[in-house]
T-cell receptor, first 114, second 114 residues
Framework: QQQVKQSPQSLIVQKGGISIINCAYE??????FPWYQQFPGKGPALLIA?????SEKKEGRFTISFNKSAKQFSLHIMDSQPGDSATYFC?????????????FGRGTSLIVHP | DAMVIQNPRYQVTQFGKPVTLSCSQT?????MYWYQQKSSQAPKLLFH???????NEADTPDNFQSRRPNTSFCFLDIRSPGLGDAAMYLC?????????????FGPGTRLTVT
C-alpha cells in the first residue's frame, strides 16, 4: 500500500516557468513533510520541509503549500532553472524512538529546458 | 568537506557471497539510516539507529543486517546477496534542530550482483 502518492511522475518545464509537484497522504500520524532533491548518482538532499500547523513555507524559489484537511501538499518551484533538473521526492514523516522516519513518494523527474 | 562518507562507491559481488558496505559521518548525528534505492524508485528504509538503539523495518529481509559500533560508523551486511539485491544503498544521518530536523545523505554505494 502506497502511503504517500506523488504526481506527476515526470514534468517538463521551460526555463523561467513554475514547476508544481503534488503529494497526498492517508496516515494522519504523519507530522512532518520534507521534500528532497536528488541528482543522478547522488544521494537525496533535504530541500525544504513543513509541519502540518503551517499552510505555506517559502525558501527562496521553493514553496511548500500544505492542506491539512485534504491531506495534500505540494512543491512549487518558481522561475525554474535548468540546474533544477533533478528527481524530487516528497515524504511524510513520523517521529519514533527519537528519530524522524520519512516515507517517500515515488518521485518526480523534473526537466527544465533552457 | 564530505559529511556522510560511504565506501566503496561501487561494489561488485557474486551471487551468495557476503558483502559489507560502510558509512561514516563527521556530523556527530545520533540517528543513522540505511536505505535501499532501486532504479527510478524511492528510497526504501531498511534500518535506523537512534544512538545504539537499533530499529529494523518490518519488511527488511533477514538477509540484511546492520552494525553501529560507535556514533561515527555504521555497516550494512548482506549475508547472501541475490540478484534482486542489486541497488544503490544510501546511508543517511539526522538530528533534531528545534521543531525541525537536519538530514544528510551520503553519495551511496552502487551494488552489482553477478
Amino acid at each position: 500500500q502506497q502511503q504517500v502518492k506523488q504526481s506527476p511522475q515526470s514534468l517538463i518545464v521551460q526555463k523561467g516557468g513554475i514547476s508544481i509537484i503534488n503529494c497526498a497522504y492517508e496516515n494522519t500520524a504523519f507530522d512532518y513533510f520534507p521534500w528532497y532533491q536528488q541528482f543522478p548518482g547522488k544521494g537525496p538532499a533535504l530541500l525544504i520541509a513543513i509541519r502540518p500547523d503551517v499552510s505555506e513555507k517559502k525558501e527562496g524559489r521553493f514553496t511548500i503549500s500544505f492542506n491539512k484537511s485534504a491531506k495534500q501538499f505540494s512543491l512549487h518551484i518558481m522561475d525554474s532553472q535548468p540546474g533544477d533538473s533533478a528527481t524530487y521526492f516528497c515524504a511524510a514523516s513520523t517521529y519514533s524512538g527519537g528519530s524522524y522516519i520519512p516515507t517517500f513518494g515515488r518521485g518526480t523527474s523534473l526537466i527544465v529546458h533552457p | 568537506d564530505a559529511m556522510v562518507i560511504q565506501n566503496p562507491r561501487y561494489q561488485v559481488t557474486q551471487f551468495g557471497k557476503p558483502v559489507t558496505l560502510s558509512c561514516s559521518q563527521t556530523l556527530n548525528h545520533n540517528v543513522m539510516y540505511w536505505y535501499q534505492q532501486k532504479s527510478s524508485q524511492a528510497p526504501k528504509l531498511l534500518f535506523h539507529y537512534y544512538d545504539k538503539d537499533f530499529n529494523n523495518e518490518a519488511d527488511t529481509p533477514d538477509n540484511f543486517q546492520s552494525r553501529r559500533p560507535n556514533t561515527s560508523f555504521c555497516f550494512l551486511d548482506i549475508r547472501s546477496p541475490g540478484l534482486g539485491d542489486a541497488a544503490m544503498y544510501l546511508c543517511a544521518t539526522s538530528r533534531e534542530v528545534g521543531v525541525s530536523y537536519e538530514q544528510y545523505f551520503g553519495p551511496g554505494t552502487r551494488l552489482t550482483v553477478t
